[in-house]
Nanobody
Framework: QVELVESGGGLVQAGESLRLSCAASGNIFAINSMAWYRQVPGKQRERVAR???????NYADSVKGRFTISRDDAKNTVYLQMNNLKPEDTSVYYC??????????????WGQGTRVTVSS
């Protein structure tokens, strides 16, 4: 079993920055891809950014140039640096990881969510 603990959400004004963190712990042999999603009530959860095991990244068009995803494999942690935040970035943000066990099995896990609110 793997636990994901997110932190870093909060209330900011438009143009400001936040950094989200998601630390994984538990039965981890390796972490493959890591990602951040977000969801507002009544809408589908959308992927914001993804980083592969080889550190290749991709981003939703709406956040390109403003958000940066990174990972620290020594700490089993993924980060999302969010700059120049806009009111439309207001959402609950979830981290998502795919973990491999020593036996070669893979499992996916979701964080509990952290709320980001951007005021205009």
């Amino acid at each position: 079993q793997v636990e994901l603990v997110e932190s870093g959400g909060g209330l900011v004004q438009a143009g400001e920055s936040l950094r989200l963190s998601c630390a994984a712990s538990g039965n981890i042999f390796a972490i493959n891809s890591m990602a951040w999603y977000r969801q507002v009530p009544g809408k589908q959860r959308e992927r914001v950014a993804r980083i592969s095991g080889g550190a290749a990244t991709n981003y939703a068009d709406s956040v390109k140039g403003r958000f940066t995803i990174s990972r620290d494999d020594a700490k089993n942690t993924v980060y999302l640096q969010m700059n120049n935040l806009k009111p439309e970035d207001t959402s609950v943000y979830y981290c998502y990881v795919i973990v491999s066990t020593a036996t070669g099995l893979s499992y996916q896990y979701w964080g509990q969510g952290t709320r980001v609110t951007v005021s205009s």
